[in-house]
Nanobody, 116 residues
């Protein structure tokens, strides 16, 4: 059983920064892809960033140049560094991992609020 626990959300003023963390626990898993998504109430969950096991990254156009996804293998943790935050970045942020043997696990979400 793989579990994901997110942390690091909060309230910040526009232009500020936050770093989200997603700690992955469990045994016998092999992760191929790590994602961050975000969701605003009443809207679909949107892709934010991806990090592959090979180190490749990609980002939604709306966050390119401001957000960075990274991983600490020793801690089994994936991060999302968010800089130059805008009010439109306000959402619940979720991490998601895909891997072997049908692994597809989501975290519980963490709220990010960016005020004017």
């Amino acid at each position: 059983q793989v579990q994901l626990v997110e942390s690091g959300g909060g309230t910040v003023q526009a232009g500020g920064s936050l770093r989200l963390a997603c700690a992955v626990s469990g045994s016998g898993f092999s992760i191929n892809y790590m994602y961050w998504y975000r969701q605003v109430p009443g809207k679909q969950r949107d892709f934010v960033a991806i990090l592959t096991s090979g180190g490749a990254t990609n980002y939604a156009d709306s966050v390119k140049g401001r957000f960075t996804i990274s991983r600490d293998n020793a801690k089994n943790t994936v991060y999302l560094q968010m800089n130059s935050l805008k009010p439109e970045d306000t959402a619940v942020y979720y991490c998601n991992v895909l891997g072997r043997s049908g692994l597809n696990q989501w975290g519980q979400g963490t709220q990010v609020t960016v005020s004017y």
